[in-house]
């Protein structure tokens, strides 16, 4: 009988093989992280937001006409929070003076009063 | 991506620009009155709508009224002081109590009597219908006792 035939091999390894017995033990919950693995692995991997931004920012936003509106937009903003900040200002410091006029006309008013 | 990236800062830059010029034109007004020699007169000038004659006047009354008015000051916190000194000093009413609340009330008529003068003579140098204004405006902060109180509410 030679053993050298691909059968006789075959026969030879598979004899080895039922004959082998693996003692060491599995770690805890070894099928479940393997399963966990391979649905980790058959899960297409999303795009992160930042990549879709960049994405975006690079592709869309050098249209000219999306450019144009992106940036009168933000101009509008800029300048309404100015003007709102602005009148909130001005309405806070004129609120104050006509306050020190008043205060500097009427001894009850004036810091020093202590009684009114 | 370089070209997007360089809209995207463009396009900040200019809203913190605009933001910052809207807001320093917007201010302008205030930041001026602030600045003048006598920022509640330079207010009141710009409130009612004063020409420079009316403001002139204005400022002579208010020049002529702020001794007065500081006399007064003197006087109320002397009064003041007495008045805590004896309420500290008993735990009843007193004759000198009662005398000392009299007196303040008297000196807190006075007082009216002096700011309500020189108030209308002030309303009189304005345009009548500023003047009104103005009369409305510094009674609803002199006059009406409580009404503070009532806002803050």
New interface residues.
Partial sequence: MNTNEPGNHDQALRKLLEAWRADAPLPPRFQDAVWRRIERAQTPAAPPVWNAI?N???????RPAL?AS??AI??????T???T???Q??TR??GE??????R???????P????R | ?K???L??A???A??????????????S???N??QTNE??????K??FHLSDSEFKRVSEL?AA??PQ?AE??R???AQ?QR??ELLAATNQMTSEIESAIAE?AQL?GE?QRN?LR?FYEVSRTMPPEEGRRYLA??RE??FLPGEGMMRAK
């Fill in positions: 960049a975006w920012i690079g592709t869309m936003l050098p450019a992106y940036v933000l101009l509008a903003i800029g300048a929070a100015g003007w900040q602005a009148r200002e001005s410091v004129k003076l006509g306050e020190r006029y008043i500097a006309l009427d001894p009850y008013q004036a020093s009063a202590m009684i | 991506m070209k997007g990236m809209i995207l463009l396009g900040l200019l809203a913190a620009a605009a933001y910052g010029c809207v807001y320093f034109f917007g201010t007004s205030a930041r009155l602030e920022p509640e007169l330079a207010w009141l710009e409130e208010h009224y702020l008015c007064m000051c006087q109320v916190e003041n008045l805590k303040s807190r007082c700011m020189h405006w510094v902060r002199t």
